[in-house]
């Protein structure tokens, strides 16, 4: 493998190279079972780091959320990038749970890329965003693009927990 300093490609993204190419052949069985993966995967993270979850269903902007939970972790980097991680869990006052888990490669302040994971559906979805490619609006130029949006099998996800393994949290008001 080439080093980051010759091909310019962060150490954490290449701890986010899991998340490359998406795999078109997933049975429906396998999305389910993606998803069920992922649903246990939000809640055991969240389970993990109970006294670092901020519970953001008080405020007045989330009056319609019986929960809105959020967890920031962090995997630091030797040449100083990170991958920076956000766990979220929802429930919604008419019953409606959201789990998503979002990946994004960071270089000081600014993310390059970032993978966003939830359940729509019945599966496991994976949504990419480049920031290093931007349209004139200054938007990553993937939110226009619907092919961005695709099912991820169970390997993916077992990948994700690894990578969430090695994840300390990360405290948001330092």
Avoid: C
Avoid at 40 to 57: N, R
Avoid at 69 to 85: K, Y
Wanted: charge should be negative.
């Amino acid at each position: 493998m080439t080093s980051p300093e010759k091909t310019n490609i962060s150490k954490a993204a290449e701890q986010m190279t899991f998340a490359a190419d998406f795999d078109h052949n997933l049975s429906d069985k396998e999305k389910r079972k993606a998803a069920v993966k992922l649903d246990k995967l939000v809640e055991s993270i969240l389970e993990k780091f109970p006294d670092h979850v901020y519970d953001w269903s008080h405020l007045e902007a989330n009056k319609d959320m019986d929960e809105d939970l959020s967890l920031f972790l962090q995997v630091p980097q030797e040449d100083r990038s990170s991958v920076d991680i956000v766990v979220r869990s929802t429930l919604s006052t008419d019953g409606i749970r959201s789990r998503e888990i979002s990946v994004a490669e960071s270089r000081g302040i600014i993310d390059r890329k970032r993978h966003s994971y939830y359940i729509e559906g019945g599966q496991a979805l994976r949504f990419d965003e480049d920031f290093s490619k931007l349209d004139d609006l200054g938007f990553p130029m993937e939110l226009s693009v619907d092919i961005n949006r695709r099912p991820v099998g169970v390997d993916e996800i077992d990948k994700l927990a690894e990578l969430l393994g090695s994840a300390e949290p990360f405290n948001i008001h330092n």
